[in-house]
């Protein structure tokens, strides 16, 4: 299958959901991301900064850059002056590191909060009493710079639809929590707009349990080497 044809399959699975697909392009060649492009999508994904960087540099400037990796804060700099938005915030310092380059680049940078939602050790991430301890935090509300439009969280890597039906639900009703409370929670800088959940292996679960943004990398390019 080509990518094209990955893509239009992938798309058809998401029509009547409000699921927008956005392309892994992580280990992928340039070629593979110009294909992914002459197939009409603007959202990619990209885990690490340098990679990130590099093919932004050579590809076509309307593209939508999104950082779905674990972001340090010392890289900050060499994204904030294009990136779409960053999905990956898990703590106040990353936050206020953001805010600064943003000024820096005056412009405001869209951000994700990235909540802890599978079994497993190895995901990074807030728990849901961590993002209110940030949200309630005096310090967020001054960050002008930024605007926090939703969650982003990752199931665990498991067969057992069971537990990642559970697991997108709890971070389906923590946002639904956040989005349906107008009085506290709602600084300036905030705007529940955005559900990012769903790679290859979960995107269907992912969108009928309410998400808006799929990140799908192998289901469309094959296997990463
Ligand atoms: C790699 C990656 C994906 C895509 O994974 P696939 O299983 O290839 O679709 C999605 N989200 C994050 C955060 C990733 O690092």
Partial sequence: MTIAKQILSIQNDLAHTHAKLIAVTKTRSIDELNLTYQAGILDFGENRVQELVEKQAVLPKDIRWHQIGHLQTNKVKYIAPF???????????????INQQAIKNNRIIKCLFQIYIAQEETKFGLSPNELYEILENP??????????????????????????????NSLAQLFHALKSNHTAHQAGNVAWEELSMGMSGDYILAAALGSTLVRVGSAIYGARG
């Fill in 139 to 168: 310090i967020f509300a001054e960050l002008q710079n930024i605007q926090i439009v939703g969650l982003m969280g990752m199931a665990s890597f498991t067969e057992n639809t069971d537990q990642i039906n559970k697991e997108f």
């Fill in 83 to 97: 990136v779409h938005l960053i999905h990956t915030v898990d703590s106040l310092k990353l936050l206020m590191e």
